[in-house]
DNA sequence: GTATCATTCAAACGTTCGTTTGAAAGCGAG
DNA sequence: CTCGCTTTCAAACGAACGTTTGAATGATAC
């Protein structure tokens, strides 16, 4: 009974933040109620209100604590990759690397809670609430400028068009992956158990995306019969 | 004023439905309520509870209506191309095409809803209410089935494993196009206007998933270095 | 006409929602 | 110990939720 023997393990703050993360992932944004929330953080039912201003300011608060630090994490490894090789163009599946790493190392912390919010975030880019949406947008455009312009320069022989539209491709392929609906379980003899070793992870989503990125363009036929 | 000049254009029920296809899609299952969405089909309030039963049995109901025809159509087109090449097996762009073709031209149902619905099908595959997740699991099995064992035989060269993965990236990609958050606009540069060219659509997506389908395995060097 | 059934309607049900309030409790500085 | 400030607390707020009710209305058959 010494010293603060008695003060809880963490921050109040840290602890709704905690809560918000697990029950917005389990039961959506507007499923999950302030008294759920608050009660599974062991706090008064006003100490949202009183820390964060409303649910709503909550909810950015849930994404910037996580989105903020792996986009700029993001951008760190990009930075590195053209430092290392000043004046080279990187391959593809280093940018793909850079990109996701970022994702699926948060996959791996099941301790912290990262997982969790792969979770909630994969969910979120599908999210029906349009502010949601412009939130995740916003956060995220600094970093899409960046790989976008730097797959452009990896791909001279892809026009910018159908690259966009590859790019567009991935991200649904990363969300989804993230989301991880493990209950769903749409096709048959998908084994949940090895889904989240995130090193063999990286290795197949890099393998299924490069590919999908220097795939032969659609009517690249019909052009060379033109031509 | 003659013969029922007063009666309303479509059945209760099916306006019930179209309100809410377009309701959910936007607000979410949770945020529209019985309120929202019995005012916008201009019925009753009652008039949920009569025809459907509860919420629950709308929501059901609504995805019913659209996807057990669209994956009796893919089943329909997959009989058809087996049963016009006996013996051959089908190229895997083939089967792709049988199973995403179905979902591209609902898209450009802009008058009869389709793409609502599109939208919110996109939206339901990372639903956070597990009885969503699993209600469209249910409804998908069959078809799911039937198509793993197509990609199987099509792909002898890819192990199993790493095609369960593959379709699994596939169906990410498929659905986060359908949802096609338009106002996320994650990637500067992307043209909304001429997304929903339905023909265009399926060639860019089936670039990309099949060229993803046949890619070189991750691991393949090192197997072959022990071999 | 009348009887029968299906459908629509306004009103109310009890519950839960996000938020606010004002007092109580905790706590470091002087 | 007392002051000033932050944080917690129980209670209540009005609003909105999904659902139910019983009467009114509509349509069909005899």
Redesign the interface.
């Known amino acids: 009974m010494s010293v603060r023997a008695l003060k809880p393990l963490k921050e109040t703050q840290t602890r709704i933040l905690d809560a918000a993360e697990e029950l ?5 944004f ?2 999950a109620s302030m008294r759920m929330l608050t009660a599974r953080a062991g706090v008064n039912l006003a100490a949202v209100n009183y820390h964060f201003g409303s649910k709503d300011a909550l909810v950015e608060a849930v994404f910037r604590r996580r989105l903020d630090p792996m986009n700029a994490e993001r951008l760190a490894e990009l930075d590195r990759l053209e430092a290392e090789a000043p004046g080279r163009t990187l391959t593809p599946q280093a940018i793909i690397r850079a990109f996701i790493g970022a994702s699926l190392r948060m996959i791996e912390d099941t301790r912290g809670g990262g997982r969790t919010f792969s979770r909630l975030l ?2 979120a ?6 502010s949601i ?2 939130l ?2 916003r956060m ?2 600094p970093a ?2 960046r790989f ?1 312009a730097a797959f452009v320069r990896a791909l001279p022989e892809v026009p ?3 690259l ?6 991935m ?7 993230l ?1 991880a ?1 493990d ?9 949940p158990e090895d889904r989240y070793d995130a090193r ?1 992870l990286e ?10 990125l ?6 690249a036929q019909h052009v060379r019969i033109a031509a």
């Open positions: 917005f992932m389990q039961h959506g507007e499923g994969g969910r880019y599908t999210e029906p609430a349009k949406r412009q995740i947008g995220y455009a899409m400028e976008k910018t068009d159908e966009v539209w590859r790019m567009h491709f991200f649904g392929t990363l969300a989804y992956t989301a609906t209950t769903v379980q749409l096709i048959a003899g998908a084994k063999v290795d197949r989503l890099t393998a299924f995306m490069s590919a999908g220097l795939a032969p363009l659609p009517g």
